[in-house]
């Protein structure tokens, strides 16, 4: 491959990029961001690595999910992407809460009627 | 420090463990897995820089996740915690489908007795 096509990585390491470069098809050289996170947090050759040693139709999901945790760590870096997870847990709990409450509801307008909750119906209808 | 003081960084690295250590206070050398785990996908030095770049009281929060983050890459090479984000996203989806039925529950309950939701008793009851 000629210099003026190499991927962002082997231009970013000023490298040619040989026509079987484990990290061209993942960092193309329209995206040299992309490379500079992954790099940054994991550097070039560990990437690589963990690339390699992935069944290559594994290797685009395995490189997706290292950029975005590459990025949130840029973003974040006392928690990188396990600041979303937090978020996560606590949006988890929030809507069971909500949940729990809706319920309650239910139940006290059971007690105030005697009557059985239409969910039969509710599956029908939903 | 003497050798046989040396955190699991710098006795798995074969080096002398300096007083400044930026690696010591996070990885004990009586848990060598936590900084085998963080040098197999970031790299010692990464890991090191990453630290350094924070204020000295950010760093244990750091270290923890970024621990996690190896880990989950370790176990789950392609998808790494973006896998734990994709589940719980899945779970956040789920709960608020049974929101979304409960409330047509009541709706439904509604409908058939021409009556308000009982909202407020609720709300001091939970």
Chains 1, 2 share one sequence.
Do not use: W
Not at 2 to 12: E, I, L, P, T, V
Not at 15 to 37: A, E, G, K, M, V
Not at 82 to 109: F, N, P, W, Y
């Amino acid at each position: 491959m000629n210099m003026s096509g190499r991927c962002a990585a082997c231009k970013y390491l000023r490298r040619r990029c040989p026509s079987d470069c484990i990290l061209s098809p993942y960092f193309p050289s329209n995206d040299p961001q992309r490379f500079t996170s992954v790099h940054r947090i994991y550097g070039a050759s560990n990437v690589a690595k963990m690339l390699q040693e992935l069944l290559p139709h594994l290797r685009v999901e395995a490189a997706e999910t290292l950029c975005y945790e590459a990025q949130c760590r840029i973003q974040d870096p006392i928690y990188g992407c396990v600041g979303v997870i937090s978020q996560l847990h606590q949006q988890i709990q929030d809507t069971e809460c909500q949940l729990a409450k809706t319920r309650a509801e239910i139940a006290l307008m059971m007690n105030s009627d005697g009557q059985e909750p239409p969910q039969a119906q509710v599956d029908q209808q939903i």
